[in-house]
């Protein structure tokens, strides 16, 4: 099949304000996720736009915070990821199952307002590394109580993702950390408290929108999209490992932790495209996947960073692989990574490799 190669330069899409109510709100985008690709929609949208033909339905089949979905709200969404923590806020952002707004803001009033004195899970296991004990407690508090009312029937699937999300969304924010949780910076003031805000999801999704968190090569095994967006891990950095700290707050297992980071097991969660299994794996995802069109979202860093940073899949093995399920092409736009400054990235680009399927 043909290949041709494009590059494109856009500028990054703004966030437009909405109308607020009483307490602060919280949009998708509002969490901090390594390879967030909300300041690319602009790329990834126009090249659906230009090149993609009546699309009515769109798999996001490593979904991480949703950005990339987000973009398509006017059409039926697939979502899937791994870690649960993703897919509960997918429920949040994306289900079509209705919810009572005045009883999101009147719980989140109640949980902003309330003061826990006792210690629970998150304090004992917790205390004073990625949040201070203070704020532990009312973590593990708020989270308990959401459970609970889910249990009793006072919240539906819906306002308990949207709770949780909130919580989610708000210890990320005041975390102790440069972004992941891999580690907590040692001897620092805990300045910032909890502060749960309103989620904001769009209005009038489509009611076959559907949320999955399953493995996603056995996922693409049963489900239709006229447009598959792909966005794997590209290097060895595990997410469950960047995230655990957020996963054990959504799953609410309390399992037991280890180390100094406080980690839970992930053995389960481990992805085989961080490891050597990488191109493997992608083989067996695309000749499984049911579509008119697939879009992957690759970067260059090939050979550019440390051994850790390095992709998992080779450019010559992308473009055998896709080019047996049908027509390549590749549009490609410069674009500045997060670093902790021990890479080599110049010349950075943020790829796009469209299959237009046989």
């Known amino acids: 099949m043909p290949i041709t190669q494009r590059t494109i330069t856009y500028k990054p899409m703004l966030l ?3 109308s607020k109510p ?3 709100t919280t949009y998708i985008n509002n969490r901090r996720y390594l390879g967030n690709k909300y300041k690319l929609l602009p790329f990834i949208t126009s090249v659906v736009a230009e090149n993609c ?3 009515n339905s769109v798999a996001d089949i490593f979904t991480g915070t949703g950005a990339v979905a987000s973009a398509f709200t006017d059409k039926q969404v697939i979502t899937n990821d791994n870690l649960y923590s993703n897919y509960i806020s997918h429920l949040a952002w994306f289900s079509p199952q209705t919810y009572s707004t005045k009883k999101i803001e009147q719980l989140i009033t109640l949980y902003n307002t309330s003061s826990v004195k006792s210690d629970n899970y998150m304090s004992k296991n917790f205390a004073d590394t990625f949040f201070s004990r203070a704020d532990c407690r009312r973590i593990g508090f708020i989270r308990g109580d959401i459970e609970k009312r889910f249990r009793l029937g006072e919240v539906n699937e ?3 993702a949207l709770l949780v999300t909130s919580l989610l969304y708000a210890a990320d924010k005041i975390a102790n950390t440069c972004g992941h949780y891999d580690a907590f910076r040692q001897g620092v003031e805990f300045e910032k408290q909890l502060e749960l805000s309103l989620p ?6 489509n009611q076959q929108n559907t949320c999955y968190n399953e493995d996603t090569n056995e996922l693409v095994k049963q489900i239709y999209a006229d447009l598959v967006y792909i966005d794997p891990p590209y290097n060895s950095r595990q997410y469950c490992d960047a995230y655990h700290l957020l996963e054990n707050i959504a799953r609410w297992g309390k399992p037991e932790v280890k180390g100094v980071a406080r980690k839970m097991d992930r053995t389960h969660l481990k992805s085989d495209y961080c490891t050597q299994k990488a191109t493997t794996a992608f083989e067996d995802l695309i000749k499984n996947i049911n579509a008119r069109y697939i879009i992957l979202s690759y970067n260059n860093m090939a050979k550019k960073g440390n051994d850790r940073s390095n992709a998992k899949i080779a450019d010559n093995d992308i473009i055998r692989i896709l080019s047996a399920k049908g027509e390549v092409q590749i549009f490609t736009q410069d674009y500045k990574p997060f670093t ?3 890479s080599d990235i110049n010349e950075h680009e943020e790829r796009l490799f469209l299959c237009i399927c046989k």
């Not at 904001?200 to 999704?205: A, D, F």
């Open 16 to 18: 437009v304000s909405e």
């Open 22 to 24: 009483t307490l602060k």
């Open 53 to 55: 033909e009546n699309i």
């Open 158 to 160: 819906r306002e308990r």
């Open 200 to 205: 904001l999801p769009s209005e009038n999704l």
């Open 340 to 342: 902790a400054g021990k």
